[in-house]
């Protein structure tokens, strides 16, 4: 690609967060339309940069304190697509939310989606995200056949498996410190209805979801479990899964089957103010959590989800994240090994049980391999806990950060806001080969953020 040098475009002095709007940063943002703005964006000989997509990771990764920030929602345009291999060529500022709008109707499916669809391709390159299918699919990276890369002299690298390799690895789960991501090319997956075909099975504890998560494996592609963190001793970890596969044609009741594509917008409820922090305590999240449980029957039989209400059921509640009131909350996600996992599990459930720190939304899901050079995923169980930023929030998480590590598991960055940097050094241990790769890229640090200066990620 050929780009030539024009003035940067004008920045807005804003303040920003996370989706967890935990922590608020100000910054200069820029938002250019054109490649050859962007590159008198990265390459002025300013302050440090950050590229910001639809700003849903959770804590500080697309944060720049009293740095630059550039956002990258208008370089949104797909470039081609070839129906006969699914492969896709798009900008980096399309989102999963418009893939879907585009290629569902035409019988394509993102191979790997977030838990929200309204991610851009490059944020979720960036934090090489992960969906239902992980255990079977892996990340986005796995899905990626090539990026186009703005490095920070300007210069515009093609990274594949083959071209620009150690590249290609430290940019997939890179969290934007590699540079800037302008376009990808990606393999779409070919379905042949919008609606999934599968089951909600009630685990009573723990054992009794790992069991299920198991056994259901090679049966289905996409599982997850929605976990209650208030119940304790023998109920300890109990839970409702949900498993599904795309549904063929024929595994659709007649009345679906007449237009098996048809992707249904529903309308948003939406929340239109900050909930008092009260609203959430520990009693509210108690209630919630046993409604959620006792209205799931033991092992439902089969049953069809439209893929809105199977993938995203966050999403239709917009500005959900306004629940946990002003101050915001924090999301923790973590991993343990496969033999870890259980105590692991066990370890941290209890944990929050006697905190009563009970997180309202629990979620519980089995891991295949790692990717990128900091991808989060590794084989094992994952669980991510929303907490509300209370008093004492940020030394009860250090508490659970030490039961991790110590079982060798690790914190996603997409999620994070608090880590120590000591504790993330022990939990990547590919972090100097990471290093290097960023050094040849970008030999000055000229794209660092709130995140990576908190957690010492960048090479000295
Ligand atoms: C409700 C909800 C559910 C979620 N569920 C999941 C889940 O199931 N699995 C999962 O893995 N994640 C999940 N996430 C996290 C989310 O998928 C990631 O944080 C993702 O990175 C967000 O993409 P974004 O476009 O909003 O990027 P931003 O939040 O704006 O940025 C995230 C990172 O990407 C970098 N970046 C953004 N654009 C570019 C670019 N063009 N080039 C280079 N770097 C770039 C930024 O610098 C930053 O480090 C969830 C988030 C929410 C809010």
Request: aromatic share 10%.
């Amino acid at each position: 690609m050929t780009t030539t040098t024009t003035s940067a475009p004008s920045s807005r002095h804003a303040l920003l967060s996370g989706w967890g709007r935990y922590p608020l940063f100000e910054s200069d943002v820029y938002r250019p339309d054109k490649i050859a703005e962007l590159q008198a964006v990265v390459t002025a000989n300013t302050s440090s940069l950050i590229a910001r997509g639809a700003g849903r990771a959770y804590g500080d990764a697309a944060l720049n304190d009293q740095n630059r920030v550039v956002e990258l929602t208008r370089l949104n345009r797909m470039l081609s697509f070839d129906a006969a291999t699914g492969l896709l060529r798009c900008e980096a500022g399309v989102t999963i939310a418009e893939l879907i709008d585009v290629f569902l109707p035409r019988g394509f499916f993102p191979p790997v989606t977030p838990g929200t669809r309204f991610v851009t391709l490059g944020g979720s390159i960036a934090a090489d995200v992960h969906g239902k299918n992980h255990h079977r699919d892996s990340s986005l990276a796995s899905h990626v056949t090539s990026f186009e890369l703005m490095i920070a002299s300007g210069e515009v690298l093609r990274c594949s498996r083959e071209e620009n390799s150690e590249l290609f690895w430290a940019t997939v789960g890179g969290m934007g410190l590699t540079g800037v991501i302008l376009e990808l090319e990606l393999r779409m997956r070919r379905v042949e209805s919008a609606y999934l075909d599968g089951e909600l099975i009630r685990a009573g504890n723990i054992d009794a979801a790992i069991e299920a998560f198991e056994r259901t494996d090679a049966q289905y592609g996409y599982s997850v479990a929605w976990i209650d963190c208030n119940s304790g001793k023998s109920a300890l970890g109990r839970s409702v899964l949900n498993v599904g596969n795309f549904a063929t044609l024929d595994q659709l009741p007649h009345n679906l089957a007449q237009d098996p594509l048809s992707t249904m917008p529903k309308l948003s409820p939406i929340v239109p103010f900050d909930f008092p922090g009260f609203a959430l305590n520990s009693l509210s999240v108690r209630m919630f959590n046993a409604v959620i449980y006792a209205t799931h029957r033991e092992r439902a039989a089969h049953t069809v989800f439209d893929w809105e209400s199977f993938f995203y059921p966050l999403d239709s509640i917009r500005n959900w994240n306004r629940i946990y009131g002003k101050r915001g909350f924090v999301q923790y996600q973590c991993v343990w090994p496969p033999a870890e996992s259980r105590a692991g599990l066990v370890e941290v459930l209890e944990t929050i049980a006697h905190s009563r720190r009970g997180s309202f939304l629990a979620v519980l899901k089995k891991f295949g391999g790692q990717d990128g050079l900091l991808s989060f995923p590794m084989p094992g169980y994952t669980l991510a806990l929303d907490f509300p930023v209370t008093d004492g929030l940020l030394e009860f998480l250090d508490s659970l950060d030490a039961m991790v590590l110590k079982r060798g598991g690790r914190v996603y960055l997409a999620k994070d806001a608090r880590m120590a940097p000591e504790t993330f050094r022990a939990m990547y241990p590919n972090l100097a080969k990471w290093q290097a790769a960023k050094a040849v890229a970008d030999p000055n640090n000229r794209f660092s953020s709130s995140l990576s200066r908190r957690l010492g990620m960048n090479p000295a």
